[in-house]
């Protein structure tokens, strides 16, 4: 395949298993999601306790009806071996063992690659029937993606457009709470259903490259709408404004909320809403609807209510140059909702600096509602409280 990108030498791992072996970032990795079990799941925070009040369970009067047919039928479908790999309890420990890193270090769930076409059509209708057209059509694109970087370095091993798991948590239900869950490089999305409530969160996308040049998806292209909002922000502020945005000059190594960081400790840094303009504020909130509106409408609706109820404690931070073509990190922090954009160096590629050429996003619910964990205990509360 003819490429303007170059990928980097390196020994493939042969087949689909683990060597007896890692090497040690690896080997930290893959010991972090077995210590899951050991980390009991708190959440973003600010200081590592949690803000209680701030997501309701409630009748939203939404159906989510569509997710659970589609999810049925690609259960139904399935061999009864297929259907205990991709099935887990409700609160499973998988929905925390997700990881972008590409090596089999703790999949879990169907691997997409061992069904034929009308099984994955049928697991695509899962992510059809949750996400909205733009949010599909980002996921899809990230899986084609990932087919590009396989034919550029040969290494079967590691990329591939069907190198995903999926799994479903619990019993798909009108009135009791389940979720699914897809997994790997570059595509982690974690949707939980309480009711007629979708969180959404964590979700990791990202790509390298991100721009296919050449090969079976030449032109598919992902992330530019999420790249050209922040950086529109940051280029309309002043330079007092962008004084109060930076937070550090170089970028971090990856977005800080990544996989088996649950608990991270964060601190709102940057630029308030409040220091923002009319228009500025605009950008802002359009940067959040960019990711929320990777749901499906009606539920992307309800999120971003809920954001703009807590745009007052909400805050712009910038790391990095503004420079035309300088990467960057970008992130939207409120008590609601965590965004994070950053541009990494090659790990495929032989790109040693950052570029615009590999993108790593993640959106996630702070204060403990990731993995709809907060309505689901409300749930569980409910419950007991009438018997």
């Not at 042969?14 to 690896?26: A, F, M």
């Not at 071996?81 to 063992?97: C, G, I, K, V």
């Not at 695509?124 to 996921?139: E, N, Q």
Request: aromatic share 8%.
């Amino acid at each position: 395949m003819a490429s303007q990108y170059r990928s980097r030498e390196r020994r493939s791992t042969p087949g689909r298993h683990l060597p007896d072996v890692l090497p040690e970032g690896l080997q930290r990795r893959r010991d972090m999601a077995l210590d899951v079990e050991n980390t009991p799941f708190v959440g973003v925070t600010e200081d590592g306790s949690v803000t209680p009040g701030l997501f309701k369970l409630s009748d939203s009067g939404l159906s989510l009806e569509e997710p659970r047919v589609a999810v049925n039928v690609f259960l139904e479908k399935l061999t009864p071996q297929e259907r205990e790999t991709s099935t887990f309890p409700l609160e499973s420990l998988a929905w925390r063992q997700w990881s972008n890193i590409h090596p089999f270090l703790s999949r879990h769930g169907l691997l997409l690659e061992t069904l034929d076409d009308g099984g994955r059509e049928r697991a695509l209708d899962v992510l059809r029937a949750t996400l909205s057209p733009a949010g599909f059509t980002a996921a899809r694109d990230v899986m084609r993606l990932n087919e590009t970087i396989r034919e550029i370095t040969q290494s079967d091993a590691e990329y591939g457009e069907w190198l995903y798991w999926l799994s479903v948590m619990g019993d798909p239900s009108t009135d009791q709470p389940w979720g699914w869950q897809i997994d790997g490089h570059h595509l982690n999305v974690n949707c939980m259903l309480v009711g007629g409530q979708l969180v959404a969160t964590p979700a990791f996308l990202g790509s390298e490259p991100v721009i296919a040049d050449a090969g079976k998806y030449a032109g598919t292209e992902v992330f530019r709408q999420e790249e050209a909002r922040g950086y529109a922000l940051m280029r309309s502020l002043s330079a007092k404004q962008r004084q109060q945005a930076l937070i550090a000059d170089e970028l971090p190594g990856d977005v800080f909320t990544t996989a088996f960081r649950d608990n991270f400790e964060m601190h709102r840094e940057g630029i308030p809403f409040g220091d923002l303009s009319s228009s500025e504020q605009d950008g802002l909130v359009g940067i959040v609807e960019t990711y929320v509106g990777r749901m499906r409408a009606d539920q992307a609706a309800l999120k971003m209510a809920e954001v703009k109820a807590h745009l007052s404690e909400t805050t712009f931070a910038w790391i990095g140059a503004v420079e035309d073509d300088a990467p960057f990190y970008y992130r939207v922090h409120s008590p609601v909702v965590l965004v994070e954009f950053d541009h990494q160096s090659g790990t495929a590629l032989d790109d040693p600096e950052a570029s615009r050429h590999h993108i790593h996003t993640i959106i996630r619910t702070p204060n403990g509602n990731d993995y709809g964990t907060d309505l689901l205990r409300q749930h569980h509360e409910h419950g007991h409280a009438h018997g």
